[in-house]
């Protein structure tokens, strides 16, 4: 299906999208090799990604047109809302796919114990064999099959897949990036305007990071998909480690890398095993590992169940590595070891949410695996909670809002889980824009406090920063989830669905809402309020921010007030919230143009809204009674004791892995060491053992002494004349 | 093998592992008594092995005072006596080669290496001499077991004459051929002149690589002040 | 007549062998080799002189006569070398200069 004839760009334009942040990247290499100075290493990397912004934008457009669906233009008619349990059986908008007579394999039967709240129906879902995006193929890269069977022609191409998924995922990514990317220009500088050191790597890393993402997004297989993966992977590990001379940077890089190979480890075993399963069945001429064919013939059912939980398993550990998803999270909190932008590009635009992109993007083949949808909820709940907990108690202000992104995260991870992907795809998109904001006020913070980011060294910020506290206020409140903010919206969807599934997960994701308003005001309040403190590196006169970084803050808090209401709708009525707003708008009707589908909707219970909204209020009131004058001797401490100690302690995570896996592992690779050292090279030595022992006995001969070489010649002579004689 | 052959060998090992230097003086005594006994065990020998041959006198002669002349090289503890001594070898060996008509390479002989390459080696010596007999002069290395493998050579060369199984030995001498200039010139300049012409490149090819090899380096600061000098 | 000529010239080279393996000094070390040469010679010439097949020919005095012009070309580069070590070490001492055994 190709985009619209009214389409602005043709497909060709778009598919250059990646390549402009990785052309800016590649020029500022070559301004190092022609020796130019560092000042305007930022150019080239800031117009790329400015192009890619455009591109996205517009393409977000053109693929909103591209795919008139009975959905389409739901913000005028909006989706039918069921008005109460038994309206959820509303049928959904028929779809040009399921009219094509193709072999759909009903679904099982979805176990909704939760079904007093959620939509309780067996429905299969919509999108199956249906994928609605097209295939654009630039060229065919690795040709393969053999001649005798059924699997010739067949080609890894590298191809781009358009659909609502990639557009919204362009959309965030890209304008983020670019924000972040004009962020460190301000922040890559020392306060007299001059670069950093590495100012040009930084941005040659920041325009790479932004191409490994963008092509991980369009990416049109499974095995593009996995190059930028590991693109994406490698940036990391290059930004983590961008004060390489500092130790614990290096060690940071190094354990986000290793502990992303597990997850990936996994995840190269799923795109295996996937090709393994489909290679019989796909005919000539189809790629095996296109998403199209194998959406396409998953709906067919050329899997089985146990084959299609398989895959899901697998695909999952290279979402919980990349995503940061416990047991895999350990590597986020350690990744604040890169500079402040790093982390914001990392946690809001790029690298985390790739897992929930793929495990979006691969909703017909989780969606297919009760079991697996089971594991990614407990992975999810497990995951926020811990995570929530742990940020309660730390002081580092950029490593309590990295246990956020874990624990909102998880969020995502429950929502996935939870059949509702479109809610999780929705707060990874509002999560962008008020992560990134938060990140970058923190960096704000940091660069105005000469580096200290500990929320006890410093306090009372507010006049000093006065625009940083502003923007921190927004963004604070939209991660807490305060009524009306992006937060809200999304956040509020996937406890939703969270109570669609089970009440108890539902309850549980309440739970960690509470606790995310909580902790984060208790960051918000030590930074800026109660009495003015400054850390000794913050100089005599800290001042606020340069325009050149200010201006992104507040283009990011206008994103993260605004973001929220692209996915709710008009909808007056007593069940709507406040009486106006109903979830479930534009932004998920544009998602349901995509390989997600359309998702049974959510069961109406407005009461959820006010429940959310009650419970982030409580937690900033909570967090306003104990922290709102800066406290410096932690309230908490004094009133948890040994339960604040854990959570200081990250629960001890970090040693346990280290007793458990990193030591046994060592210890494994010594004793492997020791044997190729001794062991083999023992062996080695012994066989080496003759000649050395030959030319012990003999090396005494040689003495460099002329005369006695021909002394040993007349012998030899003589031996040699006497044998003749003898002879 | 004929005894006297084995007693000569014996005898002439002896003395010069005993004569050799860097032993005392009245060893050397020894072996040069030894030594001679050896040389009379030879005259012995070869008047019996050449009985009535014609020249055998003048052979005897000489080969008594080439052996002695050899001796006295390897044994004598000063280079200038040695090559002296040396001077002595290649005479006797011109009269060896007289006694087998070989008048001109005889002469010739005593030209380029008594007159030119004996030249040239006291003068190196006269050049490199130190003040005192050096210990490598005076001591010489590992004796035993040089004069050893060398006797163990000449009695196997000695005894693949007598044991071995070579062809049978010519019963009589043939007859005079005087070797004249033009009885040696002509092949030298027909048959071999291949072998002439690269043997005159290779003494040309000698020259030029002595030069190079003893030219002592002189720095341009140092050639400057030989010619303010001069 | 000829055995005792081999003989000589046997004993030449031998005497001159044992000069070059024991002797120290590098001179008569070189001196020793052209006593090799001088029982070479012998030899050479009594092959001429007596041949085993009866027929005298001068096959063997031109043969000695490229000797000598070897022998003189060798002694030129031989004393060339000396005159270069001694400058270099100030001794003549054949065991000054081993450089080239494994330390």
Redesign the interface.
């Known amino acids: 299906m190709p985009l619209a004839e009214t389409s602005i760009l043709s497909p060709t334009v778009y598919a250059t999208l990646p390549f402009w942040p990785l052309l800016g990247a590649v020029l500022v290499g070559l301004l190092v090799v022609a020796r130019q100075k560092p000042e305007r290493a930022h150019l080239p990397v800031v117009l790329g990604a400015l192009i890619s912004a455009a591109l996205g934008v517009t393409l977000f457009f053109d693929l909103n047109r591209a795919h008139p669906s009975p959905t389409h233009g739901a913000l005028e008619t909006p989706l039918p809302l069921g008005e109460g349990l038994g309206d959820a059986n509303t049928p959904l908008p028929s779809r040009e796919g399921l009219g094509e007579g193709r072999n759909l394999q009903p679904l099982p039967n979805l176990p909704l114990e939760g079904g007093g709240v959620g939509t309780g129906h067996g429905e299969p879902t919509g999108h199956a064999g249906h994928a609605p995006g097209f295939t654009h193929t630039i060229y065919n890269w690795i040709s393969f099959g053999d001649r005798s069977s059924l699997q010739r022609n067949q080609w890894i191409a590298v191809n781009f897949y358009f659909d609502g998924l990639t557009g919204v995922m362009l959309l965030y990514v890209t304008l983020v990036s670019l924000v972040i990317i004009i962020y460190s220009i301000g922040y890559m500088r020392d306060h007299h305007g001059h670069p950093e050191r590495g100012y040009e790597r930084f941005f040659a890393c920041m325009g790479l990071f932004v191409f490994s993402m963008i092509s991980l997004v369009m990416a049109g297989n499974f095995v593009l998909l996995y190059l930028g993966w590991e693109l994406v992977g490698l940036c990391s590990y290059l930004l983590i480690g961008f004060y390489y001379q500092r130790p614990s940077a290096a060690a940071a890089a190094k354990k986000a890398f290793i502990v992303n190979r597990i997850g990936d480890f996994g995840f190269a075993l799923g795109i295996f095993s996937l090709y393994w399963f489909l290679k019989d069945r796909v005919a000539a001429g189809e790629n095996p590992l296109d998403y199209a064919t194998v959406f396409k013939y998953i709906a067919a059912g050329a899997m089985t169940q146990g084959q299609l939980t398989l895959v899901s398993l697998l695909l999952l550990c290279g979402a919980v590595g990349k995503s940061a998803q416990f047991p895999l999270y350990v590597w986020l909190p350690d990744a604040m070891e890169g500079p402040t932008p790093v982390s914001a590009l990392i946690h809001a635009a790029t690298m985390v949410t790739a897992g929930i992109y793929m495990v979006a993007r691969c909703t017909p083949i989780f969606g297919a695996s009760p079991l697996a949808l089971d594991v990614i909820v407990t992975i999810g709940v497990i995951g926020a909670l811990l995570t929530a907990t742990m940020a309660m108690a730390q002081y580092d202000m950029k490593r309590i809002l990295a246990y956020s992104t874990i624990s909102q995260l998880a969020f995502m991870f429950v929502a996935l889980g939870c059949r509702a992907p479109d809610s999780g795809v929705f707060h990874v998109f509002t999560h962008a824009w008020f992560k990134a904001l938060l990140f970058l006020g923190a960096g704000s913070v940091m660069h105005a406090m000469g580096g200290v980011i500990d929320v006890r060294q410093f306090s009372g910020l507010r006049h000093i920063l006065p625009q940083t506290y502003k923007v921190m206020l927004i963004g604070c409140l939209a991660l807490a989830g305060f009524p009306l903010l992006a937060g809200f919206w999304s956040k509020d969807e996937i406890v939703h669905a969270a109570f669609a599934r089970h009440p108890v997960v539902g309850v549980l994701m309440l739970l960690t809402a509470l606790l995310t308003a909580y902790y984060t005001f208790r960051m918000f309040f030590l930074c800026f309020h109660g009495k003015p403190r400054l850390p000794a590196e913050a100089g005599d006169h800290p001042h606020e921010s340069p325009p050149v970084m200010t201006g992104p803050l507040w283009i990011l808090a206008i994103g993260a007030v605004l973001t929220g209401y692209l996915g709710v709708t008009w909808h007056p009525g007593a069940a709507s919230f406040l009486g106006v707003l109903a979830p479930h708008g534009f932004f998920h009707h544009y998602l349901h143009n995509s390989s997600i589908g359309t998702p049974p909707p959510l069961g109406e219970a407005p009461w959820l809204m006010y429940l959310s909204a009650a419970i982030a209020l409580a937690g900033i009131g909570l967090a306003w009674l104990r922290y709102g004058t800066a406290p410096t001797d932690e309230p908490d401490r004094k009133l948890l004791g040994g339960l604040w100690n854990l959570w200081n302690a990250k629960y001890y995570v970090d040693e346990i892995y280290d007793r458990a896996f990193v030591r046994p592992l060592r210890g494994l690779g010594r004793l492997l060491w020791g044997t190729d050292n001794h062991g083999v090279d023992g062996l080695i030595w012994c066989v080496t053992a003759v000649p050395r022992g030959m030319a012990l006995a003999l090396h005494f001969v040689q003495r460099g002494a002329l005369q006695a070489y021909a002394l040993g010649m007349v012998l030899g002579l003589v031996v040699l004349l006497l044998l003749w004689g003898l002879a | 093998m004929p005894s006297a052959l084995i007693l000569l060998l014996v005898l002439g090992a002896v003395g010069l592992v005993l004569a050799m230097p860097g032993g005392r003086t009245d060893r050397g005594r020894l072996g040069l008594v030894a030594l001679a006994a050896a040389g009379g065990v030879l005259v012995f020998t070869a008047v019996n092995l050449a009985a009535g041959e014609r020249g055998l006198t003048l052979f005897i002669v000489c080969a008594l005072v080439a052996l002695f002349a050899a001796v006295r090289v390897i044994t004598h503890r000063k280079p200038v006596y040695s090559a002296l001594y040396f001077v002595l070898l290649v005479a006797a060996v011109a009269g060896l080669l007289i006694g087998m008509q070989a008048e001109f390479l005889a002469a010739a002989l005593v030209i380029v290496y008594a007159g030119a390459i004996l030249v040239t080696y006291v003068f190196v010596i006269m050049l490199a001499q130190q003040a005192r007999p050096t210990l490598c002069d005076l001591k010489a290395r590992e004796p035993f077991w040089g004069c050893l493998s060398g006797f163990a050579l000449l009695t196997v060369l000695a005894g693949q004459f007598f044991l071995g199984t070579a062809a049978p030995l010519p019963a009589a001498s043939p007859a005079e051929a005087a070797g004249t200039v033009e009885a040696v010139g002509t092949p030298l300049l027909t048959q071999y002149v291949v072998g002439l012409q690269l043997a005159g490149l290779l003494l040309l090819a000698a020259m030029v690589g002595a030069i190079a090899i003893a030219r002592r380096r002189v720095t341009v600061e140092e050639e400057l002040e030989l010619e303010g000098e001069a | ?8 010239g ?3 080279f ?12 590098l ?6 080799t ?2 090799m040469f ?1 029982g070479i ?2 030899n050479l ?2 092959l ?5 097949d ?6 063997g ?2 043969f ?3 000797l ?10 031989a ?6 070590l ?2 270099h070490r100030g ?5 000054a ?6 330390e």
Do not use: H
């Not at chain 3, 001429?48 to 085993?52: E, Q, V």
């Open positions: 007549m000829l055995v005792p000529y081999l003989l000589l046997a004993a030449l031998s005497l001159g062998l044992i000069g070059f393996v024991t002797r120290r000094n001179i008569i070390i070189f001196l020793c052209e006593m001088q010679i012998v010439v009594a001429g002189r007596y041949p085993l009866g027929r005298p020919t001068f096959d005095q031109v000695a006569l490229f000598i012009g070897v022998a003189a070309a060798e002694a030129a580069v004393l060339a070398l000396v005159v270069l001694y400058r001794t003549l001492d054949a065991n200069w081993t450089a080239l055994k494994d």
